[in-house]
């Protein structure tokens, strides 16, 4: 090899390898992705559900809203099986029928019944 393209590969490997990080740096605020397996015999099976993630709340005066998923919402509004049962400075709690999910924004998540 000549030493002008040896020089090109190894700054291609250079950047591939300074730019790694960024590309792997995942948004925090982003919903999680709900994965699907494939199996050998071609059939594909869903991961277990992902629980809504809380990432943000906000408050305008009296007026509350969530960042659950990448959707901003109010009490009383649904994000699929769950609707917004209350919204307070530093947790959302989600109704599924009978099942309360309470959404810390600076803890883990916790279910209750």
Known sequence: ?????????????????LLAPVVLAADPTQPEVQ???STTAGTTQTAAPVLPKLSMIRSQGSRQQALINGQWLKAGEKIGAYQVR????????????DRSLLLNLFQTTTTTK
């Open 86 to 97: 209350s919204i307070s400075a530093s947790q959302v709690t989600l109704m599924q029928g």
């Open 35 to 37: 994965l699907q397996l």
């Open 1 to 17: 090899m000549t030493v002008i393209l040896k020089f090109k590969l190894w700054l291609l490997a250079l950047t591939a390898l």
